[in-house]
């Protein structure tokens, strides 16, 4: 069990962690989220899917709190009951009071750091709250030295997890990408979130490398952390997700078990790249096939 991760009982199993309700979002004249809702359960992984340009970067950036959307309310319920509405959180609060953490498209490491740095570094509020932000707190306080001892203690468990141990000490830029990529996650999950948002992590690694992500992705859910996901891979997106979430041009087209998306014919449609007024034949076909 990871150091001062909750464990997953059968009383938060299920139970929703965040609500997007009415999301809009609105770049001039472009209306890049129309209208979007969906609700992320505890415990699972959720994909948010679409084609290029279908809103899901947007989404997360709302979610994260580098956009204000224009409309909707977006709730995270965290274990003890507590509900932050993200909408009116700075991005920051986001991180430290909502306990919601993300990686992005492109890799941001520290990457002159090693990798047991980055993971340290990622813990420095919790560091600094236990000096006291104080340089006699950094020298002297035992609560301190406690928090360090701790903060180490997570960072080695999460090395262990993101198969990560034996390059601890090499510059993190020197790390394939595969790697690199399971390191930012590892990073993220030092900030003990309880939602972790990851913005294609499978993109660019070979089929050993997505294996390995996979192992941690599962992983992570096994400790209670709950993940939404953005990713083009399907096989990843099929394989690994409980829920699935699909946009097009902003607004959510199918909803429900990676099954029951696959052969929705909507979205079947939405990846073929067929026109809107040719989807009632698309689905047409696909019915009649489904009765075959
Ligand atoms: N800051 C911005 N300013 C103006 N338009 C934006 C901005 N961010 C996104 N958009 C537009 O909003 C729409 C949705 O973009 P978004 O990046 O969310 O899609 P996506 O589904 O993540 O795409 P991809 O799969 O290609 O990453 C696009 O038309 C995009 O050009």
């Not at 510059?171 to 900030?191: H, K, N, S, V, W």
């Not at 959510?252 to 079947?268: A, C, E, M």
Request: some cysteine; charged content about 25%.
């Amino acid at each position: 069990m990871a150091p001062e991760t909750n464990t997953m009982t059968s009383t938060t199993i299920g139970d929703t962690i965040l609500k997007v309700e009415h999301l809009s979002m609105k770049f001039g004249g472009l209306m890049a989220i129309n209208d979007f809702s969906f609700e992320a359960r505890r415990g699972d992984i959720t994909a948010l899917i679409g084609p290029n340009g279908a809103g899901k970067t947007t989404v997360f950036n709302c979610i994260t709190g580098f956009y204000k959307p224009t409309m909707g309310m977006i709730t995270l319920r965290q274990r003890d009951g507590r509900e932050h509405l993200l909408e009116r959180l700075k991005d920051f609060e986001i991180t430290k009071s909502a306990k919601v953490a993300r990686t992005f498209q492109n890799i941001r490491l520290f990457s002159g750091l090693t990798v047991l740095e980055n993971l340290l570094v990622a813990q420095h509020n919790v560091l600094m709250k236990a000096s006291g932000y104080t340089i006699l707190g950094l020298l002297g306080l035992p609560t301190y030295k406690k928090a360090v001892g701790a903060s180490i203690e997570k960072a080695k468990y999460w090395l262990d997890k993101a198969d990560l141990t034996d390059r601890a000490d090499d510059p993190a830029g020197d790390l394939p990408y595969g790697a690199q990529r399971r390191l930012e996650i590892a990073r993220a999950m030092c900030t003990g979130p309880e939602l972790l948002c990851l913005d294609e992590p499978a993109a660019g690694l070979n089929p050993r490398e997505s294996a390995a992500l996979n192992t941690l992705l599962h992983s992570i859910r096994s400790e209670g952390v709950s993940i939404l996901l953005i990713e083009h891979d399907m096989s990843v997106v099929m394989e690994i997700s409980d829920h699935v979430v699909v946009l097009e041009y902003g607004q959510k087209i199918s909803d429900g078990t990676p099954d029951h998306v696959k052969n929705d014919p909507k979205v079947i449609a939405a990846y073929l790249g067929v026109e809107d007024d040719e989807v009632d034949e698309v689905i047409a076909v696909e019915l009649e096939g489904g009765d075959r």
